[in-house]
Protein backbone atom coordinates (compact mmCIF):
# COMPACT_ATOMS: atom_id res chain seq x y z
CA UNK A 1 0.00 0.00 0.00
CA UNK A 2 3.07 2.64 0.71
CA UNK A 3 4.50 1.83 -2.46
CA UNK A 4 1.32 2.29 -4.27
CA UNK A 5 0.87 5.35 -2.93
CA UNK A 6 4.33 6.53 -3.40
CA UNK A 7 4.18 5.56 -7.23
CA UNK A 8 0.77 7.48 -7.19
CA UNK A 9 2.89 10.50 -6.15
CA UNK A 10 5.30 10.18 -8.01
CA UNK A 11 3.26 10.18 -11.20
CA UNK A 12 1.59 12.98 -9.90
CA UNK A 13 4.87 15.02 -9.73
CA UNK A 14 6.16 13.98 -12.99
CA UNK A 15 2.96 15.08 -14.75
CA UNK A 16 3.50 18.66 -12.91
CA UNK A 17 6.85 18.61 -13.83
CA UNK A 18 5.79 17.95 -18.02
CA UNK A 19 3.33 20.66 -17.51
CA UNK A 20 5.44 23.19 -16.01
CA UNK A 21 8.03 21.94 -18.69
CA UNK A 22 5.28 22.52 -21.52
CA UNK A 23 3.56 25.81 -20.60
CA UNK A 24 6.61 28.18 -18.55
CA UNK A 25 7.98 31.14 -20.48
CA UNK A 26 11.27 30.95 -21.49
CA UNK A 27 11.61 34.49 -23.32
CA UNK A 28 9.96 37.66 -22.66
CA UNK A 29 7.45 39.15 -25.79
CA UNK A 30 9.04 42.79 -25.65
CA UNK A 31 7.22 45.49 -28.06
CA UNK A 32 9.69 47.80 -30.53
CA UNK A 33 10.61 50.56 -28.65
CA UNK A 34 7.42 53.17 -28.34
CA UNK A 35 7.37 56.66 -28.88
CA UNK A 36 6.08 59.13 -25.75
CA UNK A 37 4.65 62.13 -25.95
CA UNK A 38 3.75 64.86 -23.56
CA UNK A 39 0.17 66.16 -23.39
CA UNK A 40 -1.59 68.71 -21.71
CA UNK A 41 -4.74 67.85 -19.44
CA UNK A 42 -8.51 68.73 -20.74
CA UNK A 43 -9.46 69.80 -17.84
CA UNK A 44 -6.05 72.22 -16.96
CA UNK A 45 -3.89 73.43 -20.19
CA UNK A 46 -0.97 74.08 -17.42
CA UNK A 47 -0.85 70.65 -16.39
CA UNK A 48 0.88 67.78 -18.57
CA UNK A 49 1.74 64.18 -18.58
CA UNK A 50 3.16 61.51 -20.92
CA UNK A 51 1.27 59.06 -23.12
CA UNK A 52 2.15 56.53 -25.22
CA UNK A 53 1.23 56.73 -28.97
CA UNK A 54 -0.75 53.30 -30.14
CA UNK A 55 -2.16 52.29 -33.36
CA UNK A 56 -5.57 53.36 -31.95
CA UNK A 57 -4.30 56.73 -30.75
CA UNK A 58 -1.30 58.20 -33.11
CA UNK A 59 0.18 61.40 -32.39
CA UNK A 60 0.75 63.90 -35.05
CA UNK A 61 3.44 65.76 -33.09
CA UNK A 62 7.20 64.29 -32.57
CA UNK A 63 7.41 62.46 -30.27
CA UNK A 64 10.04 63.57 -26.69
CA UNK A 65 11.39 59.89 -26.49
CA UNK A 66 11.18 56.26 -26.72
CA UNK A 67 11.22 53.72 -24.14
CA UNK A 68 9.99 50.32 -24.21
CA UNK A 69 6.84 48.47 -22.89
CA UNK A 70 6.54 45.14 -21.76
CA UNK A 71 3.66 43.22 -19.19
CA UNK A 72 6.85 41.06 -17.88
CA UNK A 73 9.59 43.63 -16.57
CA UNK A 74 12.54 42.80 -18.93
CA UNK A 75 16.14 42.47 -17.86
CA UNK A 76 18.28 44.80 -16.80
CA UNK A 77 15.63 47.74 -16.89
CA UNK A 78 14.50 49.90 -14.76
CA UNK A 79 10.28 50.90 -14.45
CA UNK A 80 8.87 54.07 -14.84
CA UNK A 81 5.71 54.94 -13.20
CA UNK A 82 3.55 57.91 -13.85
CA UNK A 83 1.95 58.86 -10.54
CA UNK A 84 -0.56 61.44 -10.26
CA UNK A 85 -0.06 64.15 -7.42
CA UNK A 86 -3.66 64.14 -5.56
CA UNK A 87 -2.41 67.91 -4.32
CA UNK A 88 -2.02 69.48 -7.20
CA UNK A 89 -3.21 67.40 -9.83
CA UNK A 90 0.18 66.92 -11.70
CA UNK A 91 2.06 64.39 -13.16
CA UNK A 92 5.21 63.09 -12.18
CA UNK A 93 7.60 60.20 -12.49
CA UNK A 94 9.14 57.86 -10.72
CA UNK A 95 11.23 54.16 -10.21
CA UNK A 96 8.71 52.48 -7.87
CA UNK A 97 5.09 53.04 -6.37
CA UNK A 98 3.97 53.66 -2.82
CA UNK A 99 4.04 50.02 -1.08
CA UNK A 100 2.40 47.14 -2.52
CA UNK A 101 1.21 48.95 -5.86
CA UNK A 102 3.26 47.32 -8.13
CA UNK A 103 0.84 44.12 -7.87
CA UNK A 104 -2.08 46.38 -9.36
CA UNK A 105 -0.65 49.09 -11.90
CA UNK A 106 1.90 48.43 -14.68
CA UNK A 107 4.96 50.94 -15.06
CA UNK A 108 4.71 53.56 -17.78
CA UNK A 109 7.60 52.33 -19.45
CA UNK A 110 10.95 50.50 -19.01
CA UNK A 111 14.62 52.07 -19.64
CA UNK A 112 18.10 51.85 -19.11
CA UNK A 113 19.62 52.44 -15.84
CA UNK A 114 22.10 55.20 -15.10
CA UNK A 115 25.33 54.10 -15.52
CA UNK A 116 26.37 54.30 -11.73
CA UNK A 117 23.09 51.54 -11.57
CA UNK A 118 24.22 48.88 -14.17
CA UNK A 119 25.67 46.45 -12.08
CA UNK A 120 23.15 46.89 -9.54
CA UNK A 121 19.90 46.80 -11.67
CA UNK A 122 21.08 43.04 -13.22
CA UNK A 123 18.77 42.20 -10.74
CA UNK A 124 15.82 43.64 -12.23
CA UNK A 125 13.56 41.76 -14.71
CA UNK A 126 11.23 38.63 -14.05
CA UNK A 127 13.24 35.73 -12.49
CA UNK A 128 11.96 31.89 -12.66
CA UNK A 129 12.07 30.30 -9.58
CA UNK A 130 11.85 26.74 -7.95
CA UNK A 131 11.46 26.02 -4.35
CA UNK A 132 11.33 22.68 -2.45
CA UNK A 133 9.15 21.82 0.84
CA UNK A 134 10.26 20.44 3.98
CA UNK A 135 7.96 17.45 2.53
CA UNK A 136 10.30 17.29 -1.10
CA UNK A 137 7.14 18.66 -2.96
CA UNK A 138 8.27 20.89 -5.12
CA UNK A 139 6.93 24.84 -6.03
CA UNK A 140 7.45 26.64 -9.57
CA UNK A 141 6.63 30.06 -9.74
CA UNK A 142 7.93 33.79 -10.74
CA UNK A 143 8.53 37.41 -9.32
CA UNK A 144 9.35 40.63 -11.14
CA UNK A 145 12.33 42.61 -9.30
CA UNK A 146 13.79 45.66 -9.48
CA UNK A 147 16.04 47.46 -7.07
CA UNK A 148 16.53 51.06 -6.26
CA UNK A 149 19.46 52.43 -3.43
CA UNK A 150 19.58 49.06 -2.38
CA UNK A 151 16.19 48.20 -1.84
CA UNK A 152 14.54 45.28 -3.17
CA UNK A 153 10.68 45.75 -4.25
CA UNK A 154 8.80 44.11 -7.14
CA UNK A 155 5.67 41.87 -7.54
CA UNK A 156 4.74 37.92 -7.80
CA UNK A 157 2.90 36.86 -10.89
CA UNK A 158 -0.12 38.40 -11.55
CA UNK A 159 -1.38 35.89 -13.83
CA UNK A 160 -1.50 33.18 -11.02
CA UNK A 161 -3.18 33.02 -7.41
CA UNK A 162 -0.11 34.55 -6.39
CA UNK A 163 -1.09 37.25 -7.68
CA UNK A 164 -2.57 37.45 -3.92
CA UNK A 165 0.88 37.73 -2.52
CA UNK A 166 2.80 41.18 -1.56
CA UNK A 167 6.38 41.99 -1.55
CA UNK A 168 6.20 43.83 2.11
CA UNK A 169 10.41 44.51 1.85
CA UNK A 170 13.51 43.37 0.45
CA UNK A 171 16.80 44.31 -0.27
CA UNK A 172 20.11 43.19 -2.59
CA UNK A 173 23.62 44.55 -2.94
CA UNK A 174 26.94 42.59 -2.85
CA UNK A 175 25.07 39.76 -4.83
CA UNK A 176 23.32 39.10 -1.89
CA UNK A 177 19.39 38.98 -1.57
CA UNK A 178 16.60 39.08 0.82
CA UNK A 179 12.85 39.36 0.55
CA UNK A 180 9.97 39.47 2.68
CA UNK A 181 6.78 38.29 1.23
CA UNK A 182 2.62 38.07 2.91
CA UNK A 183 0.47 35.56 1.65
CA UNK A 184 -2.73 34.87 2.60
CA UNK A 185 -2.04 36.28 5.58
CA UNK A 186 1.35 34.17 5.93
CA UNK A 187 4.78 35.84 6.21
CA UNK A 188 7.87 33.83 3.86
CA UNK A 189 11.11 35.21 3.87
CA UNK A 190 13.63 34.09 1.26
CA UNK A 191 17.17 34.92 1.18
CA UNK A 192 20.24 34.16 -1.84
CA UNK A 193 23.26 35.06 -3.72
CA UNK A 194 23.96 35.22 -7.21
CA UNK A 195 26.29 33.46 -8.72
CA UNK A 196 27.31 32.77 -12.12
CA UNK A 197 23.95 34.31 -13.57
CA UNK A 198 21.46 32.39 -11.10
CA UNK A 199 20.19 32.89 -7.43
CA UNK A 200 20.57 29.81 -5.09
CA UNK A 201 19.79 30.15 -1.51
CA UNK A 202 16.89 28.93 1.44
CA UNK A 203 13.39 30.20 2.41
CA UNK A 204 11.35 29.48 4.83
CA UNK A 205 8.16 30.56 7.14
CA UNK A 206 8.20 32.93 9.42
CA UNK A 207 6.57 31.29 11.99
CA UNK A 208 9.09 27.73 11.01
CA UNK A 209 6.62 25.26 9.69
CA UNK A 210 8.24 25.08 6.13
CA UNK A 211 10.56 25.97 4.33
CA UNK A 212 13.51 24.53 2.18
CA UNK A 213 16.30 25.67 -0.69
CA UNK A 214 15.11 27.64 -3.94
CA UNK A 215 17.12 28.56 -7.13
CA UNK A 216 16.57 31.54 -9.55
CA UNK A 217 16.92 32.01 -13.08
CA UNK A 218 16.10 35.13 -14.70
CA UNK A 219 13.82 34.81 -17.61
CA UNK A 220 14.91 36.14 -21.13
CA UNK A 221 18.07 36.93 -20.07
CA UNK A 222 20.47 35.66 -22.57
CA UNK A 223 18.49 36.91 -25.45
CA UNK A 224 17.50 40.70 -25.04
CA UNK A 225 19.02 42.80 -27.27
CA UNK A 226 18.39 46.31 -26.43
CA UNK A 227 18.30 48.80 -29.15
CA UNK A 228 21.10 50.88 -29.49
CA UNK A 229 20.22 55.05 -30.25
CA UNK A 230 21.14 58.22 -28.78
CA UNK A 231 20.62 58.62 -25.60
CA UNK A 232 19.08 61.02 -22.78
CA UNK A 233 18.75 61.12 -19.40
CA UNK A 234 15.27 61.56 -17.55
CA UNK A 235 15.66 63.69 -14.85
CA UNK A 236 13.48 64.68 -12.04
CA UNK A 237 13.07 68.39 -11.48
CA UNK A 238 12.87 69.24 -7.78
CA UNK A 239 12.13 73.24 -7.90
CA UNK A 240 10.06 72.98 -11.39
CA UNK A 241 7.55 75.46 -10.39
CA UNK A 242 5.06 74.06 -13.37
CA UNK A 243 4.09 71.01 -14.66
CA UNK A 244 6.12 68.56 -15.50
CA UNK A 245 8.19 67.92 -13.01
CA UNK A 246 11.04 66.21 -15.13
CA UNK A 247 13.13 66.70 -18.09
CA UNK A 248 15.17 65.45 -20.73
CA UNK A 249 18.57 66.00 -20.33
CA UNK A 250 21.75 65.37 -22.99
CA UNK A 251 25.12 65.11 -21.06
CA UNK A 252 28.11 63.03 -20.93
CA UNK A 253 27.77 63.57 -17.06
CA UNK A 254 25.23 61.64 -14.99
CA UNK A 255 23.14 64.78 -13.30
CA UNK A 256 21.88 64.60 -10.15
CA UNK A 257 17.98 63.08 -9.73
CA UNK A 258 18.37 61.04 -12.94
CA UNK A 259 16.15 58.41 -12.92
CA UNK A 260 17.04 56.68 -16.05
CA UNK A 261 18.23 56.78 -19.77
CA UNK A 262 15.23 56.77 -22.61
CA UNK A 263 16.17 56.66 -26.05
CA UNK A 264 15.99 60.16 -28.01
CA UNK A 265 13.88 59.81 -31.38
CA UNK A 266 16.01 59.13 -34.66
CA UNK A 267 15.86 61.52 -36.75
CA UNK A 268 14.26 61.08 -40.44
CA UNK A 269 17.79 60.84 -42.14
CA UNK A 270 19.52 58.44 -39.63
CA UNK A 271 17.22 55.19 -38.83
CA UNK A 272 17.39 53.89 -35.82
CA UNK A 273 20.24 50.65 -35.52
CA UNK A 274 19.41 47.69 -33.39
CA UNK A 275 21.69 45.93 -31.01
CA UNK A 276 22.63 44.94 -27.84
CA UNK A 277 23.68 47.81 -24.74
CA UNK A 278 25.21 47.18 -21.93
Not at 2 to 28: C, D, H, N, S, W
Amino acid sequence: MGMRLLLKLFLVLVAQIKLYAETKPTQISIDPLVAFYLTASDTDRTKHSLRAATKNHPMASKPLFLALRSTAWPPGLVPIYQVDDPSSGEAYLARRLTHAKENVVEPLCFALPIPSEVEACRVNGRWELEATHQDGALEFLYMDWAQLSGNLFGRMDPDTDYRFAWLTGGSYGGKNLQIQINYIDTDYLLTGTLAAGSFQGKWSRVDGLDGGDWTGRPVGAATSAWPLGPLAYLVTVKDHGKSPRWELRVTPKEPDHALCRVWLPPSPSKPSAQGSTP
